[in-house]
């Protein structure tokens, strides 16, 4: 199955946060920055009227979901361009804070933002020569 088809429009891979990349396009869809204390994935394009309803962020054991909600069938009736489907799951490695995972609507892009739990923590490896 072509994991890159018109069908998985943010085209996501699941250790995003461990490795993010962006897909081989001309306007990407979504994007990760990390600050130092937290990681932000924005997800670009919802539609014009998105509320936060229309969308569910959870964690589930090591994984982030980030869903839209089904809609009923009465809403569904409009222009193609007005709605957006999709179903993400991303692995959450150790060191970050699943208990304080936070996300909101923000000028059409729906923003998660995912908190290190000890974002100072550094150590450089001394390398060895022979």
């Not at 085209?11 to 990349?21: C, E, M, R, T």
């Amino acid at each position: 199955m072509d994991t890159k088809s018109a069908d998985h429009p943010f085209n996501i891979s699941p250790v995003a946060l461990v490795h993010p990349y962006m897909p081989p396009t001309s306007t990407p869809r979504w994007e990760i920055k990390d600050d130092g204390k937290n990681v932000k994935l924005t997800l670009f394009n919802m539609p014009e009227g998105a509320i936060p309803g229309d969308f569910q962020v959870a964690i589930e054991d090591d994984v982030l979901v980030i869903k839209t909600n089904a809609k009923p069938p009465a809403e569904q009736e409009g222009a193609p361009d007005s709605s957006i489907s999709f179903h993400i799951r991303l692995l959450v490695p150790k060191g970050y804070d699943k208990e304080n995972v936070r996300a909101e609507l923000q000028l059409r892009a729906l923003v998660v933002t995912i908190p290190k739990v000890n974002p100072a923590f550094t150590k450089e490896v001394a390398i060895d020569g022979k």
